[in-house]
DNA sequence: TACCCATTATATCGAGGTGATACATCGGAG
DNA sequence: CTCCGATGTATCACCTCGATATAATGGGTA
């Protein structure tokens, strides 16, 4: 998920790691943040793979253990980002990954877009069945506090899955939409209920 | 956080490992679950520190290394538990430790109950703030997608805000009435508002 | 009886995350 | 000129996950 981010991120520029941190918090802020403890190993990582390469800031002084560092795309590094930005696996459904794709949202393909939303409401119509079935059986044999939490969390599902449903609606809109312009042509309307 | 839910239910009676994974499955099932590669490690660490004790489950086969095994509150577990139920620190105001710590509201203290409560309240308010900036602060700038994502979270956010309010109110309404009926000495009804 | 298989049960591994902490440089306010 | 807050890189111990290995047990069925 890291990875991804910064992989997002570092196409608009090339950044150090301590602003690509901060770019991160911006996004992200509100659903994830991470820490430095987790961001220079990644890029490290990163670079082993090529997805990015580093280069001195200040070219004349080069190469001591804590010099500052500016991170680069790679082609490779495009292609990967290309990759996960199509990638609507099971990572995707859950609270972590939905909110940071999201971040990218506007740069995935619909046919994905579709996909990511689709099983993001089945996760969350699977938790919410999960907490009425917990509600309905116990009743009285549970803690009061937690049935409270439990009610809050039902509400809260119930909630996400009407957002996603609206979300859903306007994108299959959108498609019909442009389809009709570009004259929608061999599969018509297919994958719409999956 | 393991370590607390596990001396929870090790209060209620000696179990093995597996069982203690599927009682946990169940009382913290809808916010959390832990696996395995969690679940012994830290069974390990508490036999260390002494909080609890292993038996084996088969008396005369004795210690082989996959022998059954149960495990068992000692005295200095249940004092751990103890003081662990009357913390109210930083960790209770997060979703993971808010969560888990409900599930054993029943058995924490009236007075810390509501120092968690109230710390909560704080916390959701601090991203409820964050989300109303970031959606005025923005308003165009910002992707379709990540607005709503953040439209969904502000909404998230107040209606958790209002949910522990009436908690709140409860807790104090309840100790208003107990105080009534010990006499509410020493210190009336200092604490209210903090 | 013999066999199969789902459940019960313990254990470990690599990968990746956190919070704390250390170290270093730089620019501006006083 | 000196102190300090922001910029910047790095590591550590600890914790968690998901996948996987290993094995005993008990019940149903051939």
Do not use: C
């Not at 790691?17 to 220079?40: A, D, N």
């Not at 090529?50 to 490779?76: C, F, H």
């Amino acid at each position: 998920m890291l990875e991804f981010a910064i992989l997002g991120l570092l196409h608009e520029a090339p950044m150090h790691g301590y602003v690509l941190r901060k770019r991160l918090h911006e996004t992200l802020g509100m659903f994830r943040t991470f820490s430095y403890g987790s961001l220079y190993p990644t890029l490290r990582r990163m670079l082993r793979a090529g997805w990015i390469v580093e280069e001195p800031a200040d070219p004349v002084a080069g190469w001591n253990r804590r010099a500052k560092r500016v991170y680069k795309l790679t082609a490779d590094g495009k292609e990967r980002f290309a990759e996960l930005l199509s990638d609507a696996g099971p990572q995707t459904w859950d609270d972590e990954g939905f909110g940071v794709h999201l971040a990218f949202f506007s740069r995935t393909p619909a046919d994905v877009r579709m996909r990511i939303l689709e099983g993001r409401r089945r996760r969350v119509e699977e938790r919410r069945e999960g907490l009425r079935a917990a509600l309905a059986r116990a009743e009285e044999k549970i803690d009061r506090y937690t049935r409270e939490l439990h009610q809050l969390g039902l509400e809260t599902s119930e909630r996400e899955v009407r957002w996603l449903n609206e979300l859903i609606a306007h994108e299959q809109a959108e498609q019909r939409g442009t389809q009709t312009f570009n004259g929608g042509s061999a599969r018509p309307t297919h994958t719409e209920d999956e």
